[in-house]
């Protein structure tokens, strides 16, 4: 690897120096070097360790890391999880969009002015109607809730794949990178025209993966809504 490095190729991905244009100095050859045997050796213990650490964020991945998520002003407090539903926007990039703050007839998501700025939940005024699942074009908003029993909690979720799953039946529920993580049971489906297309499943969970849980695994055809 070292001998490809130097002549300035190599086939991996994470450095590629052939389109460098000019032939960088001995010193920087081995600083990149050294980057990718870093990353070499973290690729090779991946395994034991959780894909969460390995995450550079929704721009590279397409999945929030846990850095941005606890930056992100749309996250609501586990104190107010506890008291009932709540909205969970987790929209942690600036692009233009505001559908959700329209959407809210109580005040509880505001964006500003400035229409790239990341929605803000007030908590407080939040109700947990979920008006504002279904129109996140980025289908990055779910309602939360603790509330619901000792040991299980709720998690409202968009969801545009059919088959749509029956109330009462038992499905995959993944975490935000599609990884299985537990079982849920559904509770409720809606899919009102006014949803356009979207509909918003209501999925019983246990209580320890709440924070982890945002949707459920595609459903095979042969386990068609009655």
Known sequence: VRQRLQRGWMCCGLVCLACAGE?????????????????????????????EYFNPGVAFTGVPSQDELAHCPGVPTEMRMQHG??????????????PCEGLCK??????????????KLH????????????????????ILGRSYSEREATIDFPF???????VGAWVDAVNRAGEVVCKGRILRV????????TAVICMAIPQEYLNEVRSMKRLPKQDRRE
């Open 23 to 51: 032939r960088q100095s001995n010193s920087n050859w081995m600083q990149w070097i050294s980057v990718w045997e870093v990353h070499h050796a973290m690729d090779k213990n991946k395994q034991d360790l959780h894909k």
């Open 85 to 98: 539903r709540v909205a969970c926007i987790e929209c942690v990039q600036q692009i233009p969009c505001n």
């Open 106 to 119: 109580f005040g509880a998501i505001t964006i500003g002015e400035e229409i790239t700025n990341l929605p």
């Open 123 to 142: 908590e407080d005024n939040c109700v947990g109607c979920g008006l504002c699942v279904a129109g996140c074009p980025g289908l990055a908003i779910t």
């Open 160 to 166: 545009e794949y059919l088959p749509l799953p029956a």
């Open 190 to 197: 809606l899919k009102p025209e006014s949803y356009q297309g």
